[in-house]
Protein backbone atom coordinates (compact mmCIF):
# COMPACT_ATOMS: atom_id res chain seq x y z
CA UNK A 1 0.00 0.00 0.00
CA UNK A 2 1.43 3.39 -0.95
CA UNK A 3 1.03 6.66 0.87
CA UNK A 4 0.21 9.60 -2.04
CA UNK A 5 -0.18 13.50 -1.21
CA UNK A 6 -3.58 14.85 -0.74
CA UNK A 7 -4.56 17.60 -2.94
CA UNK A 8 -7.76 19.96 -2.64
CA UNK A 9 -9.83 21.80 -4.61
CA UNK A 10 -12.72 24.11 -4.27
CA UNK A 11 -15.99 23.18 -5.28
CA UNK A 12 -18.93 25.17 -4.54
CA UNK A 13 -18.59 25.93 -0.75
CA UNK A 14 -16.85 22.76 -0.16
CA UNK A 15 -13.11 21.52 -0.21
CA UNK A 16 -12.49 18.03 -2.17
CA UNK A 17 -9.62 16.40 -1.14
CA UNK A 18 -7.87 14.06 -3.79
CA UNK A 19 -4.62 11.45 -4.16
CA UNK A 20 -3.25 11.18 -7.25
CA UNK A 21 -0.80 8.29 -8.67
CA UNK A 22 0.43 7.08 -11.73
CA UNK A 23 0.55 8.38 -15.07
CA UNK A 24 -1.59 8.01 -18.72
CA UNK A 25 -4.98 8.21 -19.36
CA UNK A 26 -6.86 9.53 -16.46
CA UNK A 27 -8.83 6.80 -14.00
CA UNK A 28 -11.12 8.53 -11.58
CA UNK A 29 -12.04 5.99 -8.06
CA UNK A 30 -15.23 6.61 -6.31
CA UNK A 31 -15.38 5.32 -3.36
CA UNK A 32 -18.98 4.41 -1.27
CA UNK A 33 -21.09 5.53 1.00
CA UNK A 34 -19.01 6.42 4.64
CA UNK A 35 -15.84 5.53 2.77
CA UNK A 36 -13.06 7.44 1.89
CA UNK A 37 -10.35 6.95 -1.22
CA UNK A 38 -8.37 4.41 0.75
CA UNK A 39 -11.57 2.00 0.05
CA UNK A 40 -9.30 1.63 -3.21
CA UNK A 41 -5.69 0.25 -1.20
CA UNK A 42 -6.26 -2.72 -2.98
CA UNK A 43 -6.36 -1.09 -6.67
CA UNK A 44 -4.19 2.08 -6.87
CA UNK A 45 -1.00 0.46 -6.72
CA UNK A 46 -2.27 -1.87 -9.31
CA UNK A 47 -4.14 0.51 -11.75
CA UNK A 48 -1.18 3.35 -11.28
CA UNK A 49 0.79 1.02 -13.00
CA UNK A 50 -0.39 1.76 -15.99
CA UNK A 51 -3.06 5.08 -16.00
CA UNK A 52 -3.24 8.76 -13.52
CA UNK A 53 -5.65 7.67 -10.83
CA UNK A 54 -7.61 10.18 -9.03
CA UNK A 55 -9.28 8.84 -6.25
CA UNK A 56 -11.54 11.56 -4.80
CA UNK A 57 -13.07 11.87 -0.95
CA UNK A 58 -16.77 12.73 -2.12
CA UNK A 59 -18.08 15.68 -0.30
CA UNK A 60 -18.69 15.22 3.29
CA UNK A 61 -16.33 12.00 3.23
CA UNK A 62 -12.66 11.40 4.27
CA UNK A 63 -10.85 14.95 3.96
CA UNK A 64 -13.46 16.17 1.93
CA UNK A 65 -15.75 19.06 3.82
CA UNK A 66 -19.36 19.17 3.53
CA UNK A 67 -20.18 22.44 2.38
CA UNK A 68 -23.52 24.26 2.85
CA UNK A 69 -25.83 22.58 0.20
CA UNK A 70 -27.81 19.77 1.25
CA UNK A 71 -25.93 15.82 -0.05
CA UNK A 72 -26.79 14.49 -2.78
CA UNK A 73 -25.19 11.95 -5.44
CA UNK A 74 -25.65 14.49 -8.13
CA UNK A 75 -24.07 17.36 -6.37
CA UNK A 76 -20.87 14.97 -5.99
CA UNK A 77 -21.00 14.40 -9.38
CA UNK A 78 -20.56 18.01 -9.86
CA UNK A 79 -17.40 17.54 -7.72
CA UNK A 80 -16.14 15.50 -9.94
CA UNK A 81 -16.25 17.10 -12.86
CA UNK A 82 -14.63 20.30 -10.62
CA UNK A 83 -11.64 17.68 -9.76
CA UNK A 84 -11.31 16.86 -13.67
CA UNK A 85 -11.56 20.80 -14.84
CA UNK A 86 -8.89 22.34 -12.04
CA UNK A 87 -6.46 19.16 -13.42
CA UNK A 88 -7.35 19.97 -16.92
CA UNK A 89 -8.87 16.21 -18.10
CA UNK A 90 -11.42 16.41 -20.82
CA UNK A 91 -12.14 12.91 -20.36
CA UNK A 92 -11.71 10.25 -17.68
CA UNK A 93 -12.69 6.58 -17.44
CA UNK A 94 -14.81 6.26 -13.93
CA UNK A 95 -14.55 3.80 -11.44
CA UNK A 96 -17.59 3.86 -8.73
CA UNK A 97 -17.96 1.29 -6.26
CA UNK A 98 -21.37 1.48 -4.17
CA UNK A 99 -22.83 4.65 -4.19
CA UNK A 100 -19.37 5.99 -5.91
CA UNK A 101 -21.19 4.19 -9.00
CA UNK A 102 -24.31 5.91 -8.58
CA UNK A 103 -22.15 9.10 -8.70
CA UNK A 104 -20.68 7.39 -11.63
CA UNK A 105 -24.25 7.26 -13.80
CA UNK A 106 -25.19 10.75 -12.93
CA UNK A 107 -21.94 11.70 -14.31
CA UNK A 108 -22.72 9.24 -17.84
CA UNK A 109 -26.31 11.66 -17.66
CA UNK A 110 -24.80 15.04 -17.03
CA UNK A 111 -21.38 14.87 -19.28
CA UNK A 112 -21.11 11.75 -21.37
CA UNK A 113 -18.47 13.73 -23.07
CA UNK A 114 -16.46 13.86 -20.35
CA UNK A 115 -16.21 9.72 -20.00
CA UNK A 116 -13.99 7.41 -21.38
CA UNK A 117 -15.64 4.50 -20.05
CA UNK A 118 -17.90 3.21 -17.00
CA UNK A 119 -16.79 0.95 -13.97
CA UNK A 120 -19.75 0.56 -11.70
CA UNK A 121 -19.34 -1.68 -8.93
CA UNK A 122 -21.69 -2.82 -6.64
CA UNK A 123 -24.00 0.08 -8.30
CA UNK A 124 -27.93 0.33 -8.20
CA UNK A 125 -30.75 2.39 -9.85
CA UNK A 126 -32.89 2.76 -7.37
CA UNK A 127 -32.68 1.29 -3.53
CA UNK A 128 -35.40 -1.23 -4.56
CA UNK A 129 -31.75 -3.15 -5.69
CA UNK A 130 -30.71 -3.69 -2.64
CA UNK A 131 -31.28 -6.97 -0.70
CA UNK A 132 -34.56 -6.65 1.57
CA UNK A 133 -33.03 -7.41 4.55
CA UNK A 134 -29.67 -5.43 4.16
CA UNK A 135 -32.28 -2.27 3.53
CA UNK A 136 -34.46 -3.27 7.01
CA UNK A 137 -31.31 -3.01 8.29
CA UNK A 138 -30.36 0.07 6.96
CA UNK A 139 -33.87 1.71 8.13
CA UNK A 140 -32.97 0.29 11.64
CA UNK A 141 -29.74 2.51 11.52
CA UNK A 142 -31.58 5.38 10.07
CA UNK A 143 -33.85 5.18 13.01
CA UNK A 144 -30.90 5.15 15.89
CA UNK A 145 -29.13 7.73 13.97
CA UNK A 146 -32.30 10.06 13.89
CA UNK A 147 -32.38 9.61 17.90
CA UNK A 148 -28.51 10.74 18.26
CA UNK A 149 -28.82 13.73 15.68
CA UNK A 150 -31.13 15.59 18.10
CA UNK A 151 -28.15 15.74 20.48
CA UNK A 152 -25.44 15.61 18.32
CA UNK A 153 -24.30 17.60 14.88
CA UNK A 154 -21.86 14.44 14.34
CA UNK A 155 -24.50 12.21 13.92
CA UNK A 156 -26.41 14.73 12.04
CA UNK A 157 -23.84 14.73 9.51
CA UNK A 158 -23.31 10.80 9.95
CA UNK A 159 -27.50 10.89 9.24
CA UNK A 160 -27.33 12.89 6.28
CA UNK A 161 -24.62 10.55 4.56
CA UNK A 162 -26.81 7.56 5.55
CA UNK A 163 -29.50 8.84 3.80
CA UNK A 164 -28.33 8.71 0.74
CA UNK A 165 -28.16 4.95 0.65
CA UNK A 166 -31.98 4.98 1.12
CA UNK A 167 -33.22 7.81 -0.46
CA UNK A 168 -30.66 7.38 -4.11
CA UNK A 169 -30.71 7.31 -6.67
CA UNK A 170 -33.58 7.46 -8.60
CA UNK A 171 -32.69 6.78 -12.53
CA UNK A 172 -35.68 6.01 -14.62
CA UNK A 173 -35.15 2.76 -17.45
CA UNK A 174 -35.25 5.71 -20.35
CA UNK A 175 -32.44 7.17 -18.63
CA UNK A 176 -30.59 4.07 -18.45
CA UNK A 177 -30.79 3.17 -21.67
CA UNK A 178 -29.55 6.67 -22.71
CA UNK A 179 -26.45 6.35 -21.71
CA UNK A 180 -23.97 4.31 -24.39
CA UNK A 181 -20.68 4.46 -23.25
CA UNK A 182 -18.57 1.33 -22.27
CA UNK A 183 -19.50 0.13 -19.02
CA UNK A 184 -17.84 -3.14 -16.68
CA UNK A 185 -21.14 -3.76 -14.24
CA UNK A 186 -19.26 -6.06 -11.42
CA UNK A 187 -20.83 -7.88 -8.43
CA UNK A 188 -20.29 -10.34 -6.05
CA UNK A 189 -22.39 -13.36 -5.76
CA UNK A 190 -23.23 -12.14 -2.46
CA UNK A 191 -23.83 -8.84 -2.89
CA UNK A 192 -26.04 -6.56 -1.09
CA UNK A 193 -27.13 -5.63 -4.48
CA UNK A 194 -29.20 -8.36 -5.78
CA UNK A 195 -28.01 -10.23 -8.66
CA UNK A 196 -31.53 -9.24 -10.69
CA UNK A 197 -30.74 -5.96 -9.81
CA UNK A 198 -27.15 -5.71 -11.16
CA UNK A 199 -28.40 -7.76 -15.00
CA UNK A 200 -31.50 -5.12 -15.03
CA UNK A 201 -28.53 -2.61 -15.12
CA UNK A 202 -26.46 -4.71 -17.73
CA UNK A 203 -30.40 -4.97 -19.79
CA UNK A 204 -30.23 -1.06 -19.53
CA UNK A 205 -26.55 -0.10 -20.79
CA UNK A 206 -26.53 -1.25 -23.95
CA UNK A 207 -22.69 -1.04 -24.38
CA UNK A 208 -21.85 -2.92 -21.26
CA UNK A 209 -20.22 -6.24 -19.81
CA UNK A 210 -21.69 -8.00 -16.44
CA UNK A 211 -19.05 -9.66 -14.41
CA UNK A 212 -19.99 -11.56 -11.10
CA UNK A 213 -17.41 -12.57 -9.00
CA UNK A 214 -17.99 -16.16 -7.29
CA UNK A 215 -18.73 -15.97 -3.57
CA UNK A 216 -17.77 -12.61 -3.61
CA UNK A 217 -19.69 -10.10 -1.04
CA UNK A 218 -20.34 -6.21 -1.78
CA UNK A 219 -16.82 -5.63 -1.06
CA UNK A 220 -15.39 -7.65 -3.39
CA UNK A 221 -12.78 -5.49 -4.47
CA UNK A 222 -11.31 -5.97 -1.23
CA UNK A 223 -11.56 -9.35 -0.81
CA UNK A 224 -10.53 -10.31 -4.33
CA UNK A 225 -7.95 -7.46 -5.17
CA UNK A 226 -6.02 -9.08 -7.34
CA UNK A 227 -8.90 -11.02 -9.83
CA UNK A 228 -10.90 -7.43 -9.60
CA UNK A 229 -7.98 -6.06 -10.70
CA UNK A 230 -6.99 -7.70 -13.37
CA UNK A 231 -10.53 -8.15 -14.66
CA UNK A 232 -11.13 -4.36 -14.37
CA UNK A 233 -7.23 -3.27 -16.02
CA UNK A 234 -8.59 -5.99 -19.40
CA UNK A 235 -11.68 -3.81 -19.30
CA UNK A 236 -9.88 -1.01 -19.75
CA UNK A 237 -7.67 -1.93 -22.12
CA UNK A 238 -9.91 -2.39 -24.80
CA UNK A 239 -11.28 1.17 -24.26
CA UNK A 240 -7.89 3.24 -24.44
CA UNK A 241 -8.48 6.21 -26.26
CA UNK A 242 -7.27 5.60 -29.94
CA UNK A 243 -4.28 8.41 -29.98
CA UNK A 244 -3.44 7.39 -26.46
CA UNK A 245 -3.53 10.25 -25.07
CA UNK A 246 -4.13 11.01 -21.11
CA UNK A 247 -6.91 13.23 -22.42
CA UNK A 248 -5.54 16.63 -20.61
CA UNK A 249 -5.81 19.70 -22.18
CA UNK A 250 -6.76 23.39 -20.61
CA UNK A 251 -10.31 23.87 -19.82
Known sequence: MGTYAQKTVQSGSALISFVEAGEGEALVLLHGNGEDHSCFDGQLPALSERYRCIAIDS???GNSSHGSERLSLKLMAGDVLRVMDELGLKKAHILGFSDGGNIALHLA????ERISSLILSG?????SGIEPEEFRLMLKKRRSLALQAVFS???ARRLEVWKLMIKEPHFT???LESINLP???TAGERDVITKEHSEYLHRCLKNSELVIFKDGSHFVHIEQAALYNETVLNFLSKHEQEDGSSG???I
Open 109 to 112: LMAP
Open 248 to 250: KEA
Open 59 to 61: RGH
Open 123 to 127: ANADP
Open 153 to 155: RRA
Open 183 to 185: ALI
Open 173 to 175: QAE
